[in-house]
């Protein structure tokens, strides 16, 4: 999905000619800026760029001081990174609902709230915006801090705000699959100083000695080691100009693609929290069964994924969770922790029947930035006949 070329080769050759590959050098200077100019799109005040969107979210969670004896929520659709955060600082996932937005389900959410629940994860999978409203409403009235996995919406927004901008802190993904890449990388948004701080100390466990650790108020302790470096940074500033461009024909596809439906009965779109904010990047058909589902997605020239096939973004194939592995040392399993022996850890591949069902009867056909009138057009009328013959 991802555009490349000159400019990124440019700018690894002007790192690669300056000598100064490290980010925190002297000279270097790539990392700090592409901080400042995507803290600046997103509209934070800080940013913080690592290895990945599973360090950015890790950090996060370090941010608020999410740990043991902490739950925090996750939605049972999602890349299984995005709970293996919060096992990764000790806490533990407690997985809710979607909804036929394909996004976390906000009254499941509220009823799976204890006194342990320290966070929410609503997740805008496919570049899809999760009900943020509501979800911020939720956590105001329990007091609960929100982070936003934007790994699969690099740069969309809800009602006019980036996602990101909206919580408490966000994390984006720039890996090969994303909508702009360096192939690896990632970083945090937020407008906490407490939080970026923390992430920064997190992030560079030898932060300590750096320049910019003395101006800190936050007391380092012991991080560990997700720094990005200059090459990196120097490609995620082209690919972080083109970004919106590709939103805008993502958007344009999406909304030509879907057009071409009109008067079609038989067919449903997936609902969306914000079809303006909506990155684009698929279409979701929703059908009356499963089998329906599968037809449709195996029928010639539609190219359709059913979404309760897609592997690990699906809860009940978290395998490592679902046999409660939690760590490589048991003395550090956040499932044998004797903090987290009253939380709720009770797994089972039925636990959310209702995101199973969405799942069985959804199929998203992926949108292409560059494709054409007649690409749409040909696209289109093959899912159009396969509803027909179906
Ligand atoms: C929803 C979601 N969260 C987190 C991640 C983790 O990102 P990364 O692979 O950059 O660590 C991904 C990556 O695919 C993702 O899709």
Not at 131 to 140: L, P, V
Not at 235 to 251: C, G
């Amino acid at each position: 999905m991802y555009r490349i070329g000159d400019e990124e080769i440019k700018a690894v050759e002007r790192v690669i000619r300056s000598r100064q590959l490290f980010r925190f050098s002297e000279n270097a200077s790539e990392v700090k800026n592409f901080e400042m100019e995507l803290a600046e799109k997103i509209g934070t005040k800080y940013s913080l760029a690592v290895t990945g969107g599973t360090g950015a979210l890790i950090c996060a969670l370090v941010g608020i001081g999410a740990g043991p004896g902490d739950e925090v929520i996750v939605p049972a659709y999602t890349f299984m990174a995005t709970a293996l955060a919060i096992l990764a600082v000790g806490a533990i996932p407690v997985i809710a609902e979607i909804d036929d937005s394909l996004t976390i389900d906000p009254e499941d959410v509220e009823k799976k709230i204890s006194k342990y629940t320290k966070a929410i994860i609503p997740v805008n999978m496919l570049g899809l915006p999760s009900n943020m409203d509501k979800i911020m409403e939720i956590a105001k009235r329990y007091n609960l801090k929100v982070i936003e996995d934007c790994c699969q919406a690099d740069g969309g927004s809800y009602k006019g705000k980036r996602l990101g901008s909206i919580g408490d802190a966000g994390a984006f993904s720039f890996n090969y699959f994303k909508i702009i890449t360096a192939g690896e990388g990632g970083a945090l948004v937020t407008n906490d100083e407490t939080i970026y701080e923390r992430a920064l100390i997190y992030h560079d466990g030898g932060t300590a000695f750096r320049a910019h650790s003395g101006a800190l108020k936050t007391p380092i302790f012991v991080g560990s080691q997700l720094r990005s470096n200059e090459i990196a940074g120097a490609i995620l500033r082209e690919q972080l100009k083109k970004l919106d461009d590709i939103l805008k024909d993502l958007r344009r596809v999406k909304k030509a693609f879907m057009g071409c439906f009109e008067g079609e009965k038989n067919i449903k779109f997936i609902r969306s929290n914000d079809i303006e904010g909506d990155c684009g990047t698929t279409v979701g058909f929703l059908f009356d069964s499963e089998a329906e589902a599968r037809k449709f997605a195996a029928s010639e020239g539609v190219n359709g994924t059913v979404l309760v096939d897609s592997k690990k973004h699906v809860y009940f194939d978290w395998e490592p969770i679902m046999n409660k592995r939690g760590s490589h040392h048991p003395a550090l399993d956040p499932f044998k922790l004797p903090q987290n022996k009253d939380l709720n850890m009770n797994y089972s591949i039925d636990m959310c029947p209702k995101t199973t069902d969405i799942l069985s009867r959804t199929v998203v056909v992926g949108m292409n930035p560059d494709w054409t009138e007649a690409d749409i057009m040909a696209r289109a009328e093959a899912c159009i006949k396969a509803v027909k013959y179906s």
